[in-house]
């Protein structure tokens, strides 16, 4: 048993939150475009919210009355506390476009590693990771900003490896419009066969929710679109 566990199974420990309203969801990368809306369609649920934040991040007004925790994700025991009492994590950072080239490999790789050894030790289980397209694929366009898909993929292999109770959502290209969203449905499969899409993120936001509060979504990795709805 992994330190910080308790001797309840994590699927099970999860499942004993039956009713959501009482469920602490910790959201990282919560100043980010997908990070921000997870926390707002948090909110709509009634869920209790924890927004992991880097020192420096800035947040919308819509989230300025929440539980913030301030910390360097490259320090694991300010990880730790701050996860202390979630029941679930949603890791919705990411390397910023810069002229870091490292970045990717910081963000994408150490960052989720340090995340998850975080959950093991502060005994949360439940853990749905935003990835991407494409992750773990060397040759492609992408990947000239600092290997980014092979770091995304090292990431998910942190968490696949973790015996956690993980979901890998991989979103194509996201986008950020608000409106007509209900004119759009999701196309969903599974671990590498959808190779290009775009999706807004406030469907991305939804989904990794769902994922959260879905058990059979756990130990799966879902590559998630959208286009039109069918009239
Ligand atoms: N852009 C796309 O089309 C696309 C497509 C598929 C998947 N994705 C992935 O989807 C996820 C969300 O993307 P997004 O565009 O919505 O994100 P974003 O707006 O770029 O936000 C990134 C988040 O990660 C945080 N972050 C960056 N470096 C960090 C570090 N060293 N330690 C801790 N937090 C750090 C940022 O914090 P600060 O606010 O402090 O900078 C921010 O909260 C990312 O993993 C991204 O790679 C993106």
Not at 85 to 112: E, K, M, W, Y
Not at 153 to 162: D, F, I, K, M, T
Not at 172 to 197: C, D, F, P, R, Y
């Amino acid at each position: 048993m992994e330190s910080g566990l308790t001797s309840i199974q994590p699927s099970t420990q999860f499942q004993l939150i039956t009713n959501t309203m009482d469920m602490i969801v910790a959201i990282s990368g919560a100043s980010g475009r997908t990070g921000y809306r997870i926390a707002e369609e948090a909110l709509d649920r009634g869920q209790t919210v924890r927004l992991l934040v880097q020192p420096a991040s800035k947040l919308p007004p819509s989230l300025s009355g929440c539980d913030t925790r301030r910390l360097n994700f490259s320090h694991l025991p300010q990880l730790v506390e701050a996860l202390q009492g979630c029941h679930g994590l949603v890791i919705a950072t990411g390397a910023r476009p810069s002229a870091n080239l490292l970045g990717p490999f910081q963000v994408d790789t150490q960052a989720v590693q340090q995340q998850v050894k975080a959950c093991k030790e502060a005994g949360v289980a439940r853990v749905v990771l935003v990835s991407s397209l494409c992750s773990g694929q060397l040759w492609h366009s992408l990947n000239l900003f600092g290997l980014i898909l092979m770091c995304k993929g090292w990431g998910e292999q942190a968490l696949e490896r973790s015996g956690l109770d993980w979901t890998i959502v991989r979103p194509g290209g996201l986008k950020e419009e608000e409106t007509a969203l209900e004119q759009k449905e999701l196309v969903v499969s599974g671990a590498n066969t959808q190779q290009q899409g775009s999706i807004p993120r406030r469907l991305v936001a939804r989904y990794c929710l769902e994922c959260l509060s879905t058990p059979s979504t756990i130990h799966q990795v879902l590559e998630i679109t959208s286009k039109p709805r069918r009239p």
